[in-house]
């Protein structure tokens, strides 16, 4: 998807997931080139596996399938996967700033690849499916999922064990299991970073014991087996595939937690949780569904009317901050909370648990021309211009910069490419249609 | 512009392809997309039928440019979603494949079809038959079109020059587009101007306001207009026209787009509302400008007295629950929430604990909405410095009355001790007042802005085009578009500059063709039409050929609106892309009666 000589580009931008998507369409609808590099072997990030969006319920594949797509047509936009960004430097006094990248070894032709699976099918080794969460399986050698973008194979050279059958059946000779890491550098006249957010692991309050049982689940999970084409097809817990009839959120499982680390508020579990439970309530219409919440923040537009409508749909929430969880028996798990509503100490057993697990920094954006700030996500350093980070010519949207939802992101996303665009034109890097004024 | 004739689009020999879409399992878990597909197979003129999971995605619009690029089909149905979401992407897809996009029929098989009578089983895929044939028999009828393309006014208005409306200035100028900056206060700064320090960065708003505005002055693209009010608008993307009024003078501009960052009001409450109207009753805004300009000491004094204790009403007019609450002129209750209250109190809670330690503070809140960044940290040090946080539930607002005493008694039902009834004494009550959209009423009207239940203006959809409206060229910035803090207006403001930017990239537009046609044969000069039309100019009569008058259509005032082709005696004026036989074809393929799905077996 990239020529090697394309190593010159107004603006380079981090992460191929909503965000960076969104900046990437702006720019580059302004006529700039604009270059994505994408640590996976797709873009799409992390929206791309969800089910279906709050408040509008949108299945998430409506909404990001036609951005991706858009990106990877645009004639003014490439994209690179599989691609780690090592080094931003800073370019000062207006000249551009030097990116070092890493592509790694996909082991598959991405130009001669044509998505057919012949080789996924030929593959003997099963593995964990990592789009899934592990929760479904696929082979050593697989298009990443079904919209994956570019829709073609990428094989786990942790899996594979060599055995050749791909490379028999591939009618391309597109497998190259000598494939090497490969260093670019790259000079780019701006740089947006947007790479996104990590999930607080369920095992990090370990008073909740999410190491000792299949049936907790983080909320990716849970979106995977919401999804139309999930693992299952349907909702089914994962210890023994029973259908679950009394679930559980407990929200700010990994936020608002000094003692895990994490004071802030993550912004979107509150949502994405009454959501889940709408959807749930849709999956398994027999079930009882409880949110334990400490305050329910429905913030955003609409969002106040989806939480009431979430009540009257018989949705139960407790306020009261889970205490601990212990599995029992028939893998059920009885969570011990103090009911604010009437001060009785309650034990109540559900037969699954999604913990809403908050938004955390990714551990990679350090080292990135950025500044980080006391709570790890990327600083940002001007009152009225919040994308703005410490870095010159480095702006930021999404969750890079602390936690939001989706559509806050793609408004952020929207400004950050706005800021871009400015620091070009006043670096001298105009594209021609500016100049029709 | 001539159509570039093509010889796969002979609307001799159709082949019609017809793609139903999964949409995952929104659509198929509910309609038999395998049976619809059989189907419509044997209506005439379809060539071939498909279903795909996700029709959207990359290799489901290739099967749309591979079938169209192999000579298999030269007219697309595709039966998906609304066409609002993905009409645009069929029809680039149909582009690709080397067809003319306007020969491509959207059929609503999700919103209209699976999720309004998913649980009527076979009779909601018969239905789902009916609207795909009606869809089939459009497309056959369909002529190719081209878009309309006009010059464009390279140059944008933006409304507002509170801080939204400064930074989309700014950005937009900085962009290279020039700008027109109207404000109807004599300066700029907006409600910013009231307020004291700022969260998260803990900046003075004037400051931030100071710094926009040098920005602003500086910058020789801008042209701003103080004291000064919009008093008309009209016309369309590219060539909007205002009228601007300062003063007793008047200038009209041509506009390419127009930026609304008009802001919001704060909620007033009714006269008794949380005792509103009492002495020691003031609300958020006024209180912010109040104590910013007040001396430190050791106790707060207001109204000359001394204020031992300070109660903080949060979701005053926003979260209203029925029944509670006294609604709006339009009859309804502010149910949504304000986004901004919470944080501003507790900013405001903390603030008032280090400047004036011996006041004691009460909080009555329904849910603490700290969610942003840095804004939980306002909590917690609220906590920390001693704030008494009391809770109630959305039924039971706490009720405040005048002591005999002086001051104020706030009784709430209180969550946090298991709902027992406490009567909280305050010297002092301030109302978390929430927000509520500007006075635009006669902006909504000009432009035909949407406006949606809350009354703010209404975006085209919040992630696919969270800063555009339905009527292309308005874009939205700031408060005109729902509570925001000012952190977030500035994105949005930068936004709507992007977008802005995006749209007069150019010095022209392009414009869809869905306009009025005439066939100037059948035109007997009737004037039915013009009278008909709402539109000023959009069809005029002209002298025609042999002096007689003709029917003539201004593309880019019609508004495809039909009305012209409803009242015509003739049929000499049809609504392109829409046309009569084309609603004919659709009428006859919905009411079909020999079109039927097996039934479901067992």
């Known amino acids: ?437 | 512009m001539e159509p570039t004739p093509n010889p796969l689009e002979s609307p001799d020999q159709p082949k019609i392809g017809v793609y139903i879409c999964r949409c995952g399992g929104n659509i198929s878990d509910y309609l038999d997309t395998e049976k619809l597909a059989d189907t419509v197979r044997g209506i005439p003129g379809v060539t071939l039928s498909k279903v795909d999971t996700f029709m959207c995605s990359d290799p489901g619009q290739d099967r749309i440019v591979q079938d169209v690029q192999a000579g298999l089909v030269n007219r697309v149905v595709v039966a998906s979603c609304s066409p609002f979401l993905h009409e645009v992407t069929f029809k680039a897809a149909v582009r690709r494949g080397g067809l003319n996009p306007y020969l491509y029929t959207h059929v609503n098989i999700r919103e209209q079809g699976s999720w309004a009578h998913g649980h009527q089983g076979d009779a909601a895929t018969q239905h789902a038959l009916h609207m795909i044939a009606g869809g089939v028999g459009k497309v056959r009828h369909l002529q190719p079109l081209d878009k309309i393309r006009l010059p464009s006014h390279r140059r944008v208005l933006v409304i507002g020059g509170g801080v939204a409306g400064m930074k989309a200035a700014l950005d937009t100028a900085r962009r290279g587009l020039p700008v027109l900056l109207v404000e109807k206060a004599p300066q700029l700064g907006g409600r910013s101007l009231d307020l004291g320090r700022v969260y998260p960065s803990e900046q003075e708003a004037r400051e931030l306001v100071k710094r926009l505005e040098k920005d602003v002055r500086a910058e020789e693209k801008i042209t701003v207009l103080t004291g000064s009010e919009v008093t008309a608008i009209g016309g369309f993307i590219g060539n909007f026209e205002a009228t601007i009024s300062t003063g007793s003078e008047q200038r009209t501009d041509a506009i390419g787009a127009v930026i609304m960052a008009t802001g919001f009001t704060p909620y007033q409450p009714p006269e008794g509302e949380y005792a509103f109207g009492h002495s020691q009753v003031v609300t958020l805004p006024e209180f912010v400008k109040a104590l910013r300009d007040m001396p430190s000491g050791k106790t707060l004094t207001w109204n000359g007295k001394p204020v031992r204790s300070v109660g903080l009403m949060h979701c005053v007019g926003s979260r209203q629950c029925e029944g509670c609450f006294q609604p709006q002129p339009d009859g309804q209750l502010n149910d949504y929430c304000s986004r901004v209250c919470c944080t501003s109190l507790l900013r405001n809670a903390v603030e008032l604990r280090s400047r004036f330690p011996e006041t004691q503070i009460y909080d009555f809140h329904q849910d603490i909405r700290t969610y942003g960044r840095g804004q939980e940290d306002y909590y917690t040090c609220a906590s920390d410095q001693g704030v008494t946080f009391f809770r109630w539930k959305g039924e039971e607002p706490p009720v405040v009355t005048a002591r005999d005493k002086g001051g104020l008694a706030i009784t709430v039902k209180d969550q946090l001790t298991f709902g027992e009834e406490i009567e909280v004494p305050v010297d002092l009550l301030v109302l978390g007042v929430g927000m509520m959209p500007g006075p635009i009423a006669d902006l909504v009207d000009q432009l035909k802005l949407p406006v949606g239940a809350d009354r703010f203006l209404q975006e085209v959809h919040p992630k696919l085009r969270p800063v555009e409206v339905a009527v292309a060229g308005v874009l939205l910035a700031g408060t005109a578009q729902g509570p925001m803090s000012i952190e977030e207006s500035l994105e949005g403001a930068s936004a709507a500059a992007a977008k802005a930017s995006i749209l007069l990239a150019h010095d022209y537009t392009d414009l869809e063709p869905f306009v009025a046609l005439v066939t100037p044969d059948l035109c007997v000069g009737c004037n039915a039409c013009v009278e008909e039309c709402q539109y000023a100019g959009a069809v005029t009569m002209e002298a025609g050929p042999e002096g007689k008058s003709v029917a003539t259509v201004n593309p880019g005032l019609c508004k495809g609106c039909g009305a012209c082709v409803a009242v015509c005696p003739t049929r000499a004026i049809d609504v392109q892309g829409w046309t009569l036989d084309q609603f004919d074809a659709m009428i006859d393929g919905m009411t079909d009666e020999a079109l039927r799905v097996p039934a479901t077996q067992g």
């Open chain 1, 1 to 437: 998807m990239i020529a090697p000589s394309q190593q010159k580009v107004d603006a380079l931008v981090v992460g191929g997931g909503i965000a960076g998507l969104q900046t990437a369409l702006d720019l580059a609808d302004q006529d700039y080139k604009v270059l994505v590099v994408e640590k996976e072997a797709s873009i799409g990030g992390r929206m791309i596996a969800l089910s279906k969006v709050f408040p509008t319920l949108d299945c998430a594949s409506c909404i990001t399938t036609p951005k991706m797509s858009s990106a990877s047509r645009h004639p003014n936009i490439t994209i690179m996967t599989d691609t780690e960004v090592l080094k931003v430097t800073q370019g000062t006094e207006g000249k551009p700033s030097r990116v070092k990248v890493r592509k790694n070894p996909r082991f598959v032709d991405l130009d001669l690849c044509i998505g057919c699976s012949l080789c996924e099918y030929a593959c003997p080794v099963e593995r964990p499916d990592p789009f899934e969460w592990g929760l479904g399986a696929t082979k050593a050698i697989s298009v990443p999922f079904t919209n994956a973008i570019p829709p073609k194979a990428i094989l786990d050279p942790e899996w594979c064990t060599a055995c050749g059958a791909c490379a028999m059946v591939c009618p391309t000779d597109a497998i190259d299991y000598g494939e090497r890491a490969q260093e670019l550098d790259i000079e780019a006249g701006t740089v947006v970073m947007a790479t996104g957010f990590d999930l607080n692991p369920v095992t990090v309050k370990k008073e909740y014991r999410a190491s000792e049982s299949a049936n907790i689940l983080n909320p990716l999970e849970l979106e995977r087996l919401l999804a139309p084409h999930g693992p299952y097809g349907r909702v089914l817990r994962p210890s023994d595939g029973k259908i679950p009839d009394n679930i559980a959120f407990v929200l700010c499982a990994g936020s608002r937690d000094k003692s895990i680390g994490v004071p802030y508020c993550s912004r979107v579990c509150c949502m994405y949780s009454i959501k889940q439970a709408m959807l749930l309530s849709g999956a398994v219409p027999m079930a009882e569904i409880t949110l334990y919440y400490m305050d329910i923040r429905a913030f955003g537009k609409g969002y106040e009317q989806f939480y009431q409508n979430a009540k009257a749909m018989g949705i139960t929430f407790t306020k009261g901050k889970v205490a601990r969880i212990d599995p029992v028996d028939n893998d059920n798990l009885k969570l011990r909370v103090e009911s604010l509503e009437d001060g009785r100490l309650l034990e109540n057993e559900h037969d699954l648990v999604i913990l809403a697990q908050g938004i955390v920094p990714r551990a990679d954006a350090d080292g990135l021309g950025v500044v980080l700030d006391h709570d790890g996500f990327v600083k940002c350093a001007d009152p009225v211009a919040p994308t703005k980070t410490e870095g010159e010519g480095i702006f930021t949207a999404g969750c890079a910069a602390g936690p939001k939802d989706i559509v806050d992101s793609i408004v952020e996303a929207s400004a950050a490419a706005s800021e871009a665009a400015q620091h070009l034109i006043r670096t001298g890097v105009v594209p021609v249609q500016a100049t029709e004024a």
